[in-house]
């Protein structure tokens, strides 16, 4: 049984769901677990920085396609080196001016990154984010399905199940994803257990309420 791709995963499940009659059911089946793993897991492999530009007169930049939470934003300003950091704020609260100039905070709008003002040129800007899981004909394999695939393979099965009306079989997986989701998230939280070492504490307990994520406990 190959895992290591769109294809392999599609393979595997039609492997247990034996009824050739559903197997054009799959790649919806695959997104539904999909959906549910990107609610319940937070590894540090969906993370990457994405390179944003802002537009003059405006506070909002739409986010990415395959956005799922936002962790950091800098901001480069004109004729520095140094990128900024800038301060979250929460989207209830955030005091909005009109205007323009250098931005200091953001939030989530919507489908929008938002500052609180105006920018008042263009602006290079970089959003440390947490990736949607979303695989596909022209995304074949992701850092999950290489990293976990049994995790992949059990979501999608929980979701075949209802529709085989098979709860046998939805009972035994639930079990197997509970299980496989407990572990990655057990292991995210000692690998970030360990950058308490070496990371101020205090920009730690910042980035966890920021984020909603308990850095210290891993969930």
Not at 7 to 25: F, K
Not at 148 to 153: K, R, T
Not at 201 to 209: I, S, T
Request: proline fraction near 5%; include cysteine; glycine fraction near 6%.
């Amino acid at each position: 049984m190959d895992l290591s791709d769109y294809t392999g995963l599609q393979a595997a499940v039609a492997t247990y769901l034996i009824r050739s009659d559903q197997t054009a059911n799959i790649p919806g089946l695959i997104q539904l677990g999909e959906a549910r793993l990107n609610r319940v897991l937070r590894m540090r492999l969906a993370e990457s920085d994405v390179s944003l530009t802002s537009t003059g007169g405006s506070r909002i930049i739409a986010l990415p396609s395959n956005y799922a939470e936002a962790l950091n934003v800098w901001i480069l300003p004109s004729g520095a080196v140094e990128r900024q950091e800038l301060r979250f704020v929460d989207p209830a609260v955030i005091d909005v001016s009109t205007i323009p100039g250098l931005p200091l905070a953001w939030t989530i709008d919507g489908a929008d990154l938002a500052f609180e003002r105006p920018c008042d040129q263009a602006y290079a800007v970089t959003l440390r984010m947490l990736g949607k899981f979303a695989l596909s004909d022209s995304a074949p394999t992701n850092s999950l399905l290489t990293d976990s695939p049994d995790a992949y393979l059990y979501a999608t099965l929980c979701e075949a199940a209802p529709l085989l009306r098979d709860s046998d079989m939805l009972t035994m997986f639930e079990a197997k994803l509970t299980r496989a989701v407990g572990e990655i998230n057990a292991k995210e939280a000692r690998s970030r257990a360990q950058a308490v070492l070496a990371t101020e504490p205090g920009q730690l307990q910042r980035m966890g309420r920021r984020t909603g994520f308990n850095i210290y406990r891993g969930f």
